[in-house]
């Protein structure tokens, strides 16, 4: 507190009356009525009368003069500090130390309250979270105290939109060098899966930042690289440029690909010269049986997405001519191959990774052994799609064939021909092929996504597996589920196609048949129950894909041999993780219960680190809003000022603060205007003298 400002500060009229508010405007309306009818009448005094009964009205309302005590209050001055880890490269931090120390000295000199708040690292590799400390450390402070805020950061935030609204000005001095540069090794494209025996073609840039040195900029730069442990090789790589590097995965699963740049003179930091990727290694050319019972609209559907994908051999088959057609056009004038049955569901069943019936009915082509067949192929590890449509319900379904046995569900003989969205079932929430079709899709009155409706459905009764998508009225309208060793989908409708043509906006037809196609065939990121980690650093993030309920319990073992468990709560439906903090670099193994798998900790790419040269262009858009300036920490440091509220505060060698004026009352007072009986004998005098003057008259 710097002072008290006493007397009629804040000085009012106040009234108290004696009889109460109601009784008083009674009687103020009798007066007025007196005074209305001495006008009416000629009274020459009816000017004093009236001046007498306010007199006597203000006696009994009881007027009194309140005046204030106040104390006035310190401004309130934030310095941010920025503890980051950007900010803690090469001399930042000391920086840091000395700005801070310049503030408080300055603002201590003016007499201004000062309060410090820290911006560490975000969590999970979330980057500077600046603002949010700022908001944090807002929440705690008097704003109407609040004269300025200084940054002291080297600008690299990574939560610009959370910025609030600052009654003061912002003001930021920016830590680094002028000449400081930097080299950063970024993996631009690394696809997600890897064809084993093959190559995979990795896309590598390396970038120069900052006050690069002459002698190394646009140098070539050697990038070193190893897969699983391997010992290192290398490629040289340009710099400033796309770099294209083929590799070839020998094992299954997930594959760790360790990428290193060898530190250069004078750069920053080598936190950002190392990368690791990992990629699923799968099968070589996947071979895909597609038979379509009859030609119609939606047959291209399935057989595009399948030729979309490279890894896939597809054959396909359609009935054109059944052998129960009698149409009299001779056989030897058909442009028609004869359907090789016993080779393809015989002789070379077992070579096909997936086999897809869409829209097939029994007619007498394959004989029940065939089908027999198939469900022994699905049972040993094969995969089989069944797309229904009003066949599916017939009596000619092959549901009725020895391949019904394995059906995770019974169609009956009912046939919806109605229009319905299609939408996820609770199950189909968690599960991978269908968990986040839906995001971010506008939801109708009844809750179903917004996607384009279907106009058929075959009705069935789920009686194995499980039900992802659903229909009319709930029912069942995809159904996954495993058999033996493999995999069967039954999809009661043949209405995809009209996502795929765009009907009333369509939906993600082909994210959900390519999703349900590589499920089938096995892909390990669309597995119901998986396990996986990412390393940040130190830091291992373990994720747990599981249809069960959680929360669910990881062992894991360092690269010393020790165990320890990690409790996975549940993130998501279906997706559970946890951060585990380890000690020290190497390969860590994963394992809950039969899942496991493997991962490399070490110097990775975090965020913080992906660009480390100060500079004050994020922070620009608030600074320019609050009237605030930058001060570079290299330069003389900058004096501090007050300037009025509206003014810009930010000029030549100095920043500015803008005093609030704040304060808090401390006392009251009340005086009585007049005493009670001097308003009663001024009305007596005012009343009196008009009648006399009346009297004269």
Request: hydrophobic letters at 45%.
């Given at each position: 507190?710097?002072?008290?400002?006493?007397?009629?500060?804040?000085?009012?009229?106040?009234?108290?009356?004696?009889?109460?508010?109601?009784?008083?405007?009674?009687?103020?309306?009798?007066?007025?009525?007196?005074?209305?009818?001495?006008?009416?009448?000629?009274?020459?005094?009816?000017?004093?009368?009236?001046?007498?009964?306010?007199?006597?009205?203000?006696?009994?309302a009881n007027p009194a003069l309140q005046s204030e005590e106040r104390s006035t209050l310190d401004d309130v001055v934030l310095i941010l500090r920025d503890d980051s880890g950007s900010n803690r490269l090469a001399g930042r931090e000391a920086q840091t130390d000395a700005a801070q120390a310049h503030l408080e000295g300055r603002l201590a000199a003016m007499g201004v309250d000062r309060r410090l708040a820290s911006v560490p690292d975000g969590p999970d590799d979330s980057g500077t979270r600046l603002m949010e400390a700022l908001n944090t450390?807002?929440?705690?402070?008097?704003?109407?105290?609040?004269?300025?805020?200084?940054?002291?950061?080297?600008?690299?935030?990574?939560?610009?939109?959370?910025?609030?609204?600052?009654?003061?000005?912002?003001?930021?001095?920016?830590?680094?060098?002028?000449?400081?540069?930097?080299?950063?090794?970024?993996?631009?494209?690394?696809?997600?899966?890897?064809?084993?025996?093959?190559?995979?073609?990795?896309?590598?840039?390396?970038?120069?930042?900052?006050?690069?040195?002459?002698?190394?900029?646009?140098?070539?730069?050697?990038?070193?690289?190893?897969?699983?442990?391997?010992?290192?090789?290398?490629?040289?790589?340009?710099?400033?440029?796309?770099?294209?590097?083929?590799?070839?995965?020998?094992?299954?699963?997930?594959?760790?690909?360790?990428?290193?740049?060898?530190?250069?003179?004078?750069?920053?930091?080598?936190?950002?010269?190392?990368?690791?990727?990992?990629?699923?290694?799968?099968?070589?050319?996947?071979?895909?049986?597609?038979?379509?019972?009859?030609?119609?609209?939606?047959?291209?559907?399935?057989?595009?997405?399948?030729?979309?994908?490279?890894?896939?051999?597809?054959?396909?088959?359609?009935?054109?001519?059944?052998?129960?057609?009698?149409?009299?056009?001779?056989?030897?004038?058909?442009?028609?191959?004869?359907?090789?049955?016993?080779?393809?569901?015989?002789?070379?069943?077992?070579?096909?990774?997936?086999?897809?019936?869409?829209?097939?009915?029994?007619?007498?082509?394959?004989?029940?052994?065939?089908?027999?067949?198939?469900?022994?192929?699905?049972?040993?590890?094969?995969?089989?799609?069944?797309?229904?449509?009003?066949?599916?319900?017939?009596?000619?379904?092959?549901?009725?064939?020895?391949?019904?046995r394995i059906f995770p569900a019974e169609p009956t003989a009912r046939v919806f021909e109605q229009a319905y969205v299609p939408h996820l079932s609770d199950m189909g929430t968690r599960h991978p092929v269908t968990a986040d079709l839906a995001a971010g899709q506008t939801l109708r009155d009844d809750g179903t996504p917004g996607w384009g409706r279907w106009l058929r459905q075959v009705e069935l009764i789920a009686r194995s597996g499980t039900v992802v998508m659903e229909g009319v009225g709930t029912r069942p309208l995809l159904v996954l589920d495993r058999v033996g060793e493999g995999r069967i989908a039954l999809l009661a409708s043949d209405q995809a196609w009209l996502w795929d043509r765009g009907f009333e906006g369509g939906g993600p037809q082909a994210e959900l048949l390519r999703r349900l196609a590589h499920w089938m065939m096995a892909e390990p990121e669309l597995e119901e129950e998986a396990l996986s980690a990412e390393a940040q650093g130190l830091s291992l993030r373990v994720s747990r894909q599981s249809l069960l309920d959680g929360p669910h319990t990881v062992i894991i073992t360092d690269p010393e041999g020790n165990?320890?468990?990690?409790?996975?709560?549940?993130?998501?439906?279906?997706?559970?993780?946890?951060?585990?903090?380890?000690?020290?670099?190497?390969?860590?193994?994963?394992?809950?219960?039969?899942?496991d798998t493997v991962i490399v900790l070490g110097p990775a790419n975090p965020r913080e680190y992906e660009t480390t040269i100060a500079s004050a262009a994020l922070l620009q858009p608030q600074l320019t809003a609050t009237g605030g300036g930058v001060a570079e920490v290299a330069n003389p440091l900058p004096d501090l000022r007050r300037v009025a509220e509206g003014r810009q505060a930010a000029g030549r060698g100095w920043l500015g603060i803008t005093p609030r004026g704040a304060y808090v009352t401390t006392d009251l007072r009340l005086s009585a205007l007049l005493p009670a009986w001097a308003w009663l004998l001024l009305g007596a005098g005012f009343i009196l003298a008009g009648w006399l003057r009346e009297a004269r008259r």
């Open positions: 507190m710097t002072g008290l400002l006493t007397g009629l500060a804040g000085a009012q009229i106040t009234f108290d009356p004696f009889l109460g508010w109601p009784l008083l405007a009674i009687l103020a309306a009798a007066a007025v009525l007196v005074v209305a009818l001495s006008v009416w009448r000629g009274l020459a005094g009816w000017w004093l009368r009236a001046l007498g009964l306010a007199a006597v009205l203000a006696a009994l450390a807002l929440a705690d402070l008097p704003r109407d105290r609040l004269a300025g805020v200084f940054v002291i950061s080297d600008g690299i935030i990574h939560d610009t939109g959370a910025a609030p609204d600052l009654p003061a000005p912002l003001h930021l001095l920016q830590t680094g060098e002028p000449g400081d540069w930097d080299r950063r090794l970024t993996i631009r494209n690394a696809p997600a899966y890897g064809i084993l025996g093959e190559t995979v073609t990795m896309t590598l840039r390396i970038d120069d930042e900052g006050a690069v040195p002459p002698a190394l900029r646009g140098q070539p730069v050697q990038v070193g690289f190893s897969v699983n442990g391997e010992p290192m090789r290398y490629a040289t790589a340009p710099s400033g440029r796309d770099m294209e590097l083929g590799l070839t995965l020998d094992r299954g699963g997930l594959n760790v690909l360790h990428f290193v740049v060898d530190p250069a003179p004078g750069e920053l930091t080598t936190r950002n010269n190392e990368a690791v990727v990992q990629i699923n290694g799968i099968r070589d050319r996947l071979r895909v049986l597609l038979v379509s019972g009859e030609p119609h609209t939606g047959q291209r559907t399935w057989r595009n997405l399948l030729k979309s994908d490279q890894a896939v051999d597809l054959v396909h088959f359609t009935i054109l001519r059944p052998p129960d057609r009698q149409d009299g056009v001779p056989v030897n004038e058909l442009s028609l191959i004869a359907f090789p049955t016993r080779e393809l569901f015989i002789d070379k069943i077992d070579e096909f990774d997936l086999i897809i019936f869409d829209r097939y009915r029994r007619r007498g082509i394959l004989p029940n052994s065939y089908f027999d067949n198939i469900r022994r192929y699905v049972e040993e590890g094969g995969a089989l799609l069944v797309v229904g449509g009003t066949e599916l319900a017939s009596a000619d379904s092959i549901y009725y064939s020895p391949l019904g165990e320890q468990e990690l409790t996975l709560p549940e993130q998501a439906p279906g997706r559970f993780a946890a951060t585990y903090e380890a000690t020290e670099p190497g390969l860590y193994r994963l394992r809950d219960g039969d899942l």
